[in-house]
């Protein structure tokens, strides 16, 4: 059975760093790409960063270059979002979904399977 689960979402301050955990289970990680999704009310659904486990290959949204990193362990299926130099406006749930595309994509239509999110906030 096909699943996602994240981890390691929690309040902050300003400045701190946080690193997030996407477990996956039940599909061929190695081949696939993997996204972070940012949430917030009233707004689309947004792509933090993405990375293909195909080709390594990644992508950061303008907002968080720079301050964020993604990887993937093709070992444990777990892909990782390291969050630095955090800031208020980086608050919001954040969800790990799959995409069968061997390509980095980076809308959210192209995603498959979605996990339930884990929540940051960056208090200012």
């Known amino acids: 059975q096909m699943q996602l689960v994240e981890s390691g979402g929690r309040l902050v301050q300003t400045g701190e760093s946080l690193t997030l955990s996407c477990a996956a289970s039940?599909?061929?990680?190695?081949?696939?790409?993997m996204g972070w999704f940012r949430q917030v009310p009233g707004k689309e659904r947004e792509a933090v960063s993405v990375?293909?486990?195909?080709?390594?290959?990644?992508y950061y949204a303008d907002s968080v270059r720079g301050r964020f990193t993604i990887s993937s362990d093709i070992a444990k299926n777990t892909v990782i979002l390291q969050m630095n130099n955090l800031k208020p406006e980086d608050t919001g749930l954040y969800h790990c979904a799959e995409s069968t595309m061997a390509i980095v994509v980076t809308t959210a239509e192209w995603y498959e399977h979605w996990g339930q999110g884990t929540q940051v906030t960056v208090s200012s």
């Open positions: 039940g599909f061929p990680f190695e081949y696939y790409c």
């Open positions: 990375i293909s486990n195909n080709d390594g290959r990644t």
